[in-house]
């Protein structure tokens, strides 16, 4: 038998996501973002749920490839670009939308030979100060674009750093709209946390990312309490071990739990070598036989152990969530002091996906 871990992905999650989004941002198109293999629920499994999407948006040449041979006949966004002038030539083929962010970009697709013009998404800088350029170039860069042959449809790009927390996006917008405001291009500017808090960012397209897979932007379930999200990933497995630990007893490594008194304690078949947080403390959500309990002691590589006082009952061959409908992702990435974007991407290969 293979041993009891496994993440169920639920499709139907996927495509009512999709519409809760479409339910924020009116008549604004979506480009779904299936970066990092789909948030590591395995893009060629998962993009079919987001089938009513307007468009993919990722990273990876080759992701974007695999859309194409999988029958995705719409529109494809690289979202960091192409990154040598010859990666021109699959663009081209593929026919891909591409984020132009550098002088270099430009220059490569001006001296490019083409089937048909490329369209292209020009990426300012307006704070986050990774990517783009300077955001009051925006005319003289737009303009050096739209004067390209080799140059069709031309969005206007930024992403908000702080979008999510109470900062908020209203600076870094209204350097947006000062630089940006009388250009006659379409305009992307609505990250998932942008699309619930600033509708006036929406414009012609809005790019939703963890909220397509049932997360917070933010980290903190309490901010889409009440939209209807539901998580895509469930992460299951099973009690695997017993042991009845008296006062004073440790578990795990480095014995950084000890019982005050008599405890029985349950091995999980989960560690951080499938994409549990090493760093998740005494005291992480989890649940045992649909008992919501936590864990106890440091996470090893291939097991984790929890707390049974809640569920007496619990055997060998419980189940456990570790994190899905009942036990939010949200909440086990919060005690661990991460996102629930990171859990969700770290999901190792030799965890079983089904679908």
Not at 24 to 32: E, L, R
Not at 103 to 125: C, G, H, M, S, V
Not at 203 to 215: E, Q
């Amino acid at each position: 038998m293979p041993r009891p871990i496994s993440a169920t992905l639920n499709l139907s999650a996927l495509h009512h996501n999709l519409n809760v989004a479409r339910s924020h941002v009116g008549t604004a198109k979506i480009w779904s973002v299936v970066k990092a293999n789909a948030y590591g629920h395995g893009l060629a499994r998962v993009w079919q749920g987001l089938a009513a999407t307007d468009g993919f948006a990722l990273l990876d040449l080759n992701e974007a490839i695999l859309l194409r041979e999988q029958g995705w006949q719409g529109p494809i966004l690289l979202l960091e670009g192409f990154f040598q002038a010859q990666d021109l030539v699959l663009l081209d083929h593929y026919r891909l939308t591409t984020v132009v962010h550098s002088d270099w970009q430009l220059e490569a697709i001006k001296a490019a030979r083409l089937t048909a013009p490329l369209n292209i998404y020009l990426k300012f800088n307006s704070g986050m100060n990774r990517l783009g350029f300077p955001i009051g170039q925006a005319e003289a860069v737009w303009q050096w674009a739209n004067s390209l042959s080799n140059v069709g449809e031309i969005t206007l790009m930024s992403h908000f750093a702080n979008a999510d927390n109470p900062i908020g996006a209203d600076e870094q917008f209204a350097q947006i709209q000062q630089a940006c405001g009388h250009i006659p291009a379409a305009r992307c500017f609505a990250n998932s946390a942008a699309i619930l808090r600033n509708p006036d960012t929406h414009y012609d397209w809005v790019r939703p990312g963890i909220i397509l897979y049932g997360a917070s932007p933010s980290g903190d379930i309490a901010d889409i309490a009440g939209l209807g999200l539901r998580p895509v990933m469930s992460l299951h497995s099973e009690i695997i071990a017993l042991q009845s630990l008296s006062a004073g007893q440790s578990v795990g490594y480095g014995s950084r739990y000890r019982a005050t008194g008599a405890q029985r304690i349950g091995v999980v078949a989960c560690g951080y070598a499938d994409g549990y947080p090493r760093v998740a403390p005494t005291g992480t959500p989890i649940m045992v036989d649909g008992i919501l309990t936590h864990t106890v002691g440091a996470i090893s590589m291939d097991m984790l152990t929890v707390d049974l006082t809640p569920c007496p009952q619990a055997q060998m061959g419980s189940k456990v969530e570790i994190w899905g409908e009942n036990v939010p992702i949200d909440n086990v990435a919060q005690a661990a002091g991460t996102v629930g974007y990171e859990l969700m991407c770290a999901l190792a290969a030799r965890v079983t996906l089904l679908t």
